[in-house]
């Protein structure tokens, strides 16, 4: 047990050797910690993560998005028992809309995947996007990195839905998987392209019923669009499948096809490229974040912007001198150096 500032005692935070053991609690713990905003929390977070590190990368990492009502979480339920039942390990991390009143997770996945939350080789964690921009909570990429040294086989990221989702989690992901509705030509017209071609593998859910039919179309028209856009990777060649999460068929298609992804990104060495440029790009998405924090929370900027803010609103100065002034008042007072004379 540790003091708090108030004098009160708390639970001593979790530790590396307990998360590598595979513990739930302590794994659950850290995550809690690593989403903490306050400066100890991050400074005992950032010491853990380094801890761990050596013990991550062994994971295959898997971004899942698609259009509200598509079924994501019922097809990671129907998928996680799937792998499972053949003796892999998952980890879901679930990024949730948050509320506007208490800026917690609404949609509660453990409640949506229900069967999947009491698979011992499951562990599930929702996280409230809390206005992070891409659906995906900003300390997503940390929670991945425990979950990995916990020993999951395969940690699946769940996003909010279409948007900028998909470029966020592709670029925390080994593959981007998107989920599509049966619906043909209306559903494509629906879904940007860009969004589509960002996925290594595109999922036609809902396969069964009266559905079937429909998805079929919707496959091959899913097809045909991939085969007219530029693959992203040179070793890979995006795949459009179906499947139905109600009837389980179609989801060890889409397991084989994750590792012929695998195999052909680690035969290639795209795999240690592909995860090199994604550490590099979050050490200064880190950077951005902390830069921008530090700005805000400078009294002297602080001063400053509220004259400025009126200044530009009032058309009286443009808004990227405005941000010139500014910058030079923080880099001023953050290294000591002289400052300039702004004009309001």
């Not at 496959?219 to 795949?239: F, I």
């Amino acid at each position: 047990m540790t003091a708090t500032s108030k004098g009160r005692a708390r639970a001593a935070p979790p530790s590396a050797a307990q998360i590598m053991r595979g513990d739930r609690r302590a794994l659950a713990r850290a995550i809690t910690l690593i989403e903490s905003t306050r400066p100890d929390h991050r400074v005992e977070a950032e010491a853990l993560l380094e801890a761990l590190l050596p013990a991550t990368g062994g994971s295959i990492r898997v971004g899942i998005s698609g259009p509200p009502g598509v079924g994501k979480s019922s097809f990671i339920e129907a998928f996680g028992l799937t792998l499972i039942a053949a003796g892999r390990s998952l980890a879901v991390l679930a990024v949730d809309p948050s509320s506007a009143r208490s800026g917690g997770s609404i949609l509660g996945d453990k409640t949506r995947m229900e069967r999947l939350a009491r698979e011992p080789a499951a562990f599930i964690r929702p996280s409230p996007a809390g206005g992070a921009p891409g659906g995906v909570a900003r300390r997503t990429r940390e929670a991945m990195l425990a979950c990995e040294a916990a020993g999951f086989a395969v940690v699946l990221i769940e996003t909010v839905g279409v948007g900028q989702s998909e470029a966020a989690v592709a670029e925390m992901t080994d593959l981007f998987m998107l989920l599509v509705q049966p619906g043909g030509g209306d559903d494509l017209q629906g879904i940007k392209r860009g969004n589509v071609e960002l996925a290594d593998l595109v999922v036609v859910t809902k396969a069964d019923g009266a559905l079937a039919a429909a998805a079929a179309r919707a496959e091959a028209d899913y097809r045909a669009a991939l085969g007219l856009l530029r693959p992203v990777s040179k070793h890979w060649r995006p795949r459009v499948m179906a499947c139905s999460a109600l009837e389980g068929s179609g989801l060890e298609a889409v397991w084989r096809a994750i590792e012929a992804h695998r195999e052909a990104f680690e035969a290639s060495g795209e795999l240690a490229r592909r995860r090199a440029a994604q550490a590099q790009a979050w050490m200064w998405s880190e950077l951005r974040d902390g830069l921008t924090a530090a700005l805000k929370e400078n009294a002297a900027v602080a001063a400053l912007a509220t004259r400025l803010e009126g200044a530009v609103a009032a058309g009286e100065i443009t808004p990227g001198t405005a941000a010139r002034q500014l910058q030079e008042v923080f880099l001023g007072t953050a290294v000591g150096g002289r400052k300039r004379s702004a004009r309001s």
